[in-house]
């Protein structure tokens, strides 16, 4: 059932522009902790409309930034370590809500694992270990995996071994932002639908309808704040497209195994991430078409052929008892990228004013933890989390056209080149079988490539 649209102008102590994870958890806990204040949420279509509704379902405290660049704020490497382990602790504080809300969203903490199915990948899969290690990341955050310690998790062929992180879980994405917009509701947070926000000003979100006027107006629109006057560079709406198979059956899942439900994910530089659902199929992600000209939204969430058919192709290299199976939807979604990649909770007490966005394609947990940290700001709650290092963090606008186009299609042709010329020569079909290597020559220009493309982006890693 959808909500109503904005009846007229109307007054509240805090406005919310967009009903996705980040608006609703905010609205959440602002009510749990200040009962009295009066919270509008504004949403142009409905909630969950936006990637909230429509994600890999990857509940993973994974690195929402760069922790060498968090690390130039104030609080210097200690800053991010407690940013990190508040991500961790996010993943059970999603599930404690969960249960005391009666949120029914398949959540189940399995944890998160990367496998690499080629030399070169299983290289950097090593680098990201040593680089984790020395941060401090100990076996509790991150282990190693390979042979039957593996395989006993999942069976993806070719798997030449894994990173293995507990603090994750596997959510049914819309489950959860359905369950969480009918808690806020439950706490005495009032939210609009098909109620577009055509501007956001101190004390002010306008709207076709009238105008909020707020002492706060906080703006939770990720993958959709280019559309904001004022906000065209601020973050790069990225596109990220899915599949999901059919049911498979059982002989199929004794084949693959993945009784633990882990997140699932490979190490290639156009990465896929995964999931084995609750009624047994698999989703499966990863970048179609990354970005369109002028930053415009696809909001019909349509996916290319030819993204379908990469899709589920890697689902056959990965799965082989897999391949064939029927396709029962496509779709695809936008999140927020800021040009440093690093995510940022923001509040000026002056302007009334906070956002709250930019985690770049891992905003499910994220979210969370954003939304408890903007309900402190708003209050006037000096806690530990209104000291993490995302807090106040500024990442500077996108280039302007077309450098912005050329750049992240630039990016994406050599990570996809980069990725063909690692392939082995031949596939894999079984785990831990590793498929012959590229020649040396091949595999020092797909490792040059590579190089290129992190520098371009300086996407953290
Ligand atoms: C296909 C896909 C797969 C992903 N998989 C994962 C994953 O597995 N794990 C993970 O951590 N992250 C994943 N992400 C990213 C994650 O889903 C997002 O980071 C997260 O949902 C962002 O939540 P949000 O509330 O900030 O934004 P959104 O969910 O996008 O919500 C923003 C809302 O604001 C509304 N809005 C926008 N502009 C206006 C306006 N002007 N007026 C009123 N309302 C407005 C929109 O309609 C939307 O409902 C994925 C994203 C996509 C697209």
């Not at 990965?318 to 396709?327: H, W």
Request: charged share 20%.
């Amino acid at each position: 059932m959808r909500r109503s649209s904005l009846p007229g102008p109307e007054q509240a102590d805090v406005c919310i522009v967009g009903a996705g994870y980040t608006g609703l958890w905010t609205a959440y806990y602002l009510k749990l902790a200040r009962p009295d204040l009066r919270v509008v949420v504004l949403e142009a279509a409905f909630a969950g409309f936006g990637a909230s509704g429509r994600n890999g379902g990857w509940v993973t405290a994974e690195s929402i930034g760069s922790r060498e660049r968090y690390a130039r704020g104030p609080r210097g490497v200690a800053g991010v370590r407690d940013l990190e382990a508040a991500l961790r602790s996010t993943v059970d504080e999603i599930e404690r809500v969960c249960a005391a809300e009666s949120i029914d969203c398949d959540f189940v903490k399995g944890g998160r694992l990367s496998v690499a199915t080629t030399t070169a990948q299983l290289a950097r899969l090593r680098a990201g270990l040593a680089g984790a290690r020395a941060w401090g990341d100990g076996e509790d955050v991150l282990s190693f995996l390979s042979g039957p310690d593996l395989e006993a998790r999942i069976k993806v062929a070719g798997a030449l071994g894994g990173l293995f992180a507990p603090h994750s879980a596997r959510i049914q994405p819309a489950s959860l932002v359905a369950g969480l917009a009918d808690a806020a509701e439950r706490r005495g947070v009032i939210i609009y639908e098909a109620t577009p926000v055509s501007a956001i000003e101190p004390h002010v979100a306008r709207t076709v309808f009238g105008d909020v006027q707020a002492r706060m107006v906080l703006r939770c629109t990720e993958g959709f704040t280019a559309r904001l006057p004022g906000l065209h560079r601020a973050l790069l709406p990225m596109n990220s497209s899915m599949v999901v198979t059919e049911p498979l059956d059982d002989a199929t899942w004794q084949e693959i195994g993945w009784t633990g439900m882990e997140t699932l994910s490979d190490e290639a530089h156009a990465y896929i991430y995964a999931q084995r659902t609750a009624d047994g199929r698999i989703a499966i992600g990863g970048r179609g078409e990354p970005y369109r000209f002028g930053s415009a939204v696809d909001d019909r969430g349509e996916t290319s052929p030819q993204t379908v058919e990469a899709l589920q192709a890697i689902l056959g290299r990965l799965f082989p008892a897999a391949a064939g199976t029927r396709l029962d939807h496509a779709w695809s979604g936008v999140l927020g990228v800021p040009r440093d990649w690093c995510a940022a909770v923001s509040y000026d007490p002056v302007t009334g004013l906070g956002a709250a966005g930019g985690y770049s394609g891992h905003g499910v947990l994220a979210a969370n933890l954003a939304g408890r940290t903007l309900s402190d700001l708003v209050t006037g709650e000096k806690s530990d989390l209104t000291a993490l290092p995302w807090v106040g963090h500024h990442s500077r606008t996108w280039e302007p056209e077309p450098a912005r186009w050329a750049g992240v299609h630039g990016l994406y042709v050599l990570y996809r080149t980069a990725d063909r010329l690692e392939a082995p020569s031949a596939p894999a079909t079984a785990p831990g079988v590793a498929a012959p290597g590229p020649r040396p020559a091949r595999a020092a220009l797909a490792a040059a490539l590579g190089r290129v493309g992190d520098l371009i982006s300086g996407i953290p890693h």
